[in-house]
């Protein structure tokens, strides 16, 4: 061969093996670009995660939990405008193309040219399907490697979803800002409606959004949002979707959202909803914030607001009695002073209280600016009077302030001690209210559920209850009168004291609950046994174990106001232990019930109803104690209201019972009461457990809260009675009509007193003269009213 031919042969040995090591290379990095190539058929069953939202039990939503806010909305619930919209903006030729648009791309290149000299972010070209792909299978690296996985995968989504199916992941998955994943989502962030009720622009808006959320902010770049909007409906008007003239009217209308992102507008509820989310976590696990679950709540909104303005107004008429502690910040110079002064945010349940600086203080007028509009006034007489007598007003002040009625402001403090109210129905456990402390702006901490308090006087009842279910009857006689006990140690004696240091003798089970004599229950403690009484507070919920010491009958162990009231519940609905629950039922995004509180069966039930009887379901919850021990200690918790220390409730004029409690050197106030309908616990204290001040008893400091919550959640309830057991039998004690165990009842009938009635209860707003007892014994006179001292210990 000649040297020409054996150089040519050499070189085109030489072409080939670099084609054949080119092409090997190739192989290799294509092997390696796609052996994780994710399977588009994953797709089929995929579901982003979703919200799970809690309703309240009329509906109203309260809250959601989720890792990404997101609603989904299946394709045949999209308005067709909103997804026009959207492929207006990003893919209008999607029904057509078959997961890459060569025309799109070209377009996006050519605009890339200029985009480039610019300085411009460039334009990917994608397609909604490779938007899909990238989103739901891949990851958001600009890489070549990832642009071509992406046109690879777009071809396979087109094989194995249909269009529908494709638009449909694309509107649920995208990111849309302002804390929104998908347009139902932000329907609700943005404007607060559903994508159903969007206006053209509000759609044309949101479908702006996917080119960059903070590009185009409503509030910060409105300009900016409101040209993207008008470009994307001249699109739809030049793709036919809509008309001109629809165009151009929606371009006139201005781009209004909400301040802030949010969905449910109902806000009393943080507490109770707080509580849901711990338990639902608790129950689902991490599901919780993905599944995208209804979750049926046990909330009644009414009552829960309510709740909230009854425990805040009893908290701040306890604060106002202790005084006005002074501004919470002061200014030299009225320069800047507003800056400084919205630092500083009222507690976000207070909507009408306003920061403000007092400008002048002279005398007994107290002229105000309010940082925010800067209205000026003078705070209220009254109010001034009330600072006076504390710390005082002086120019350059920070201070809260609220308008009043009459004109000028009311002067306002946030109290700093603490409380807890929950309500529940007594039969079935159904928790209506619950508000965790005055401000869950300003503290989280769930008091009602997490603070474990000493119940003092309001655990009493279950040591009476122990006594009736161990041969003690109402009318059985105890002695008041003072007793002292060996101590813990060596040597000590323990000398429990009534809290007016006063001892009345011989009195009746009733009238030492009544009016909650501590050395009658001590000695009725000690007759009983602890254990017996440890186990039916046990068995009752209140504690999980309790030390057999007789302390524990005057309420020095530790519970929580929830427990408490879920344990009275049991003497209302005839001696059952309910489980107090805030959770009803939840079902999961396809409908099916995963979680029923109500475990109780119902036969019949899903037959539907055919004219025959209906079905007869048992009352739920395990019976802890005799029918007749609840009835006997809820008739003399009624008592308590009629002749005891809450005489106060009686203005709500209807059948309530109830207990005070109040623990040593006043730390914590205590009520928990009940009609037939509605059991309630409050509990005031601070968090520190420092004393709350002398005579800051449970009727003084619980007692208000109960009634004001009290009257609105029971004033379209009819008045109805407690029922009696109905083997009950019944005798008059002392002009009482008391319930009795067959076979324990008087052996001697007492006299009927003139003007008290044969038989059915005491009325609950009339107490009966005092009669003779029908067994020896009898006690004196009951102590004159200004010896009944109220929130005993």
Request: include cysteine; charged fraction near 25%; charge should be positive.
């Amino acid at each position: 061969m000649n040297p020409p031919g054996r150089w040519i042969a050499i070189a085109g040995v030489a072409v080939l093996s670099a084609i054949a090591l080119a092409g090997f290379a190739t192989a290799i990095y294509a092997a390696w670009l796609f052996h994780d190539m994710p399977d588009a058929g994953d797709l089929v069953d995929y579901r982003p995660p979703t919200a799970t939202r809690a309703y309240a039990w009329d509906g109203v939503l309260i809250g959601e939990f989720s890792r990404e806010r997101r609603i989904y909305v299946p394709y045949d619930n999209i308005p067709p405008q909103l997804a026009q919209a959207f492929l207006a903006a990003e893919d209008r030729n999607f029904f057509s193309h078959g997961g890459v648009d060569a025309m799109g791309l070209t377009r996006a290149m050519a605009k890339n040219v200029l985009n480039a000299i610019n300085g411009r972010r460039l334009e990917g070209g994608s397609t909604i399907t490779q938007q899909v792909a990238k989103n739901v299978l891949l990851t958001s690296d600009a890489t070549v490697g990832r642009k071509l996985k992406e046109g690879i995968l777009a071809g396979r989504l087109e094989q194995t979803l249909n269009k529908e199916q494709i638009l449909e992941l694309y509107l649920n998955e995208i990111w849309l800002g302002y804390r929104s994943y998908g347009v139902g989502a932000a329907a609700y962030n943005y404007f607060g409606k559903s994508i159903t009720d969007l206006t053209l622009a509000e759609a044309a808006y949101l479908a702006a959004l996917p080119k960059g959320p903070d590009n185009y902010h409503p509030m910060r770049r409105k300009q900016q949002a409101m040209a993207r909007r008008n470009w994307i409906l001249d699109e739809m008007a030049d793709l036919g979707w809509v008309t001109r003239a629809e165009a151009e009217a929606a371009k006139r209308e201005d781009l209004k959202v909400q301040k802030a992102p949010s969905r449910a507008k109902y806000r009393d509820a943080d507490f109770f909803v707080e509580e849901v989310r711990r338990r639902g976590l608790a129950t689902l696990g991490q599901r919780l914030n993905e599944g995208g679950y209804y979750m049926r709540t046990t909330l009644d909104p009414e009552l829960q607001t309510a709740a909230r303005v009854a425990l805040m107004n009893g908290l701040e008429q306890y604060d106002r009695r202790h005084g006005w502690r002074g501004a919470w910040a002061r200014v030299e110079t009225a320069d800047g002073w507003e800056a400084v002064a919205k630092k500083k945010t009222p507690p976000s349940e207070r909507r009408d209280w306003r920061a403000a600086l007092v400008t002048e203080a002279s005398g007994g007028n107290v002229r105000v600016k309010v940082a925010e509009g800067g209205a000026t006034g003078s705070i209220v007489s009254q109010d001034v009077a009330w600072a006076r007598a504390g710390k005082g007003l002086k120019s350059g002040d920070l201070i809260f302030v609220e308008p009043a009625p009459g004109g000028g402001f009311r002067l306002r403090q946030v109290p700093q001690v603490n409380g807890a109210l929950v309500a529940m129905e007594p039969h079935s456990g159904r928790v209506l209210a619950m508000v965790g402390g005055y401000s869950f702006s300003l503290s989280s901490f769930n008091r009602a559920t997490q603070a474990m308090r000493q119940p003092g006087s309001a655990f009493k009842p279950i040591v009476y209850a122990t006594a009736l279910e161990n041969g003690y009857t109402p009318a059985s006689i105890v002695m008041d009168s003072a007793i002292t006990l060996k101590g813990a140690r060596a040597g000590e004696t323990w000398t429990p004291e009534n809290y007016n240091r006063k001892y009345y003798g011989a009195l009746t089970l009733r009238r030492g609950l009544e009016l909650s004599r501590n050395a009658m229950t001590v000695r009725l403690a000690q007759s009983v046994g602890m254990t017996k009484i440890s186990d039916l507070a046990v068995r009752l919920g209140v504690v999980k174990k309790m030390d057999k010491v007789l302390a524990m009958a005057l309420g020095a162990g530790e519970t929580t106001p929830f427990k408490l009231t879920a344990a009275y519940a049991s003497f209302v609905n005839g001696g059952r232990r309910i489980e107090p629950h805030l959770i009803e039922l939840v079902q999961d995004r396809n409908g099916e019930t995963i979680f029923r509180a109500d475990k109780r069966d119902c036969p019949r039930c899903d037959v539907g109803f055919n004219g025959d009887e209906s079905p007869r379901i048992p009352p739920g919850g395990e019976q802890v104690m005799d029918p007749i021990t609840a009835y006997q200690v809820t008739s003399m918790l009624q008592g308590v209201v009629q002749r005891g220390t809450a005489t106060s409730a009686l203005v709500l004029n209807r059948p309530v019972g109830g207990k005070t409690g109040t623990t040593n050197e006043y730390r914590s106030a205590w009520f928990v009461g009940f009609t037939p309908q509605i059991v309630a616990g409050i509990f005031v204290g601070f968090d520190d457990n420092r004393s709350l001040g002398n005579g800051e008893t449970g009727t003084t400091a619980a007692v208000p809260i109960f009634i004001e919550f009290m009257a609105a959640a029971t004033k379209d309830l009819p008045k109805e009675e407690f029922k009696a057991p109905k083997n009950a039998k019944f005798a008059y004690v002392r002009g009482i009509r008391e319930a009795f165990r067959p076979g324990t009842e008087p052996r001697v009938a007492a006299p009927v007193l003139s003007g008290a009635p044969s038989e059915g209860p005491v009325p609950y707003n009339q107490a009966w003269p005092e009669g003779k007892l029908s067994t020896p014994g009898a006690p004196p006179a009951p102590p004159k009213k200004s010896d009944e001292m109220n929130g005993l210990f």
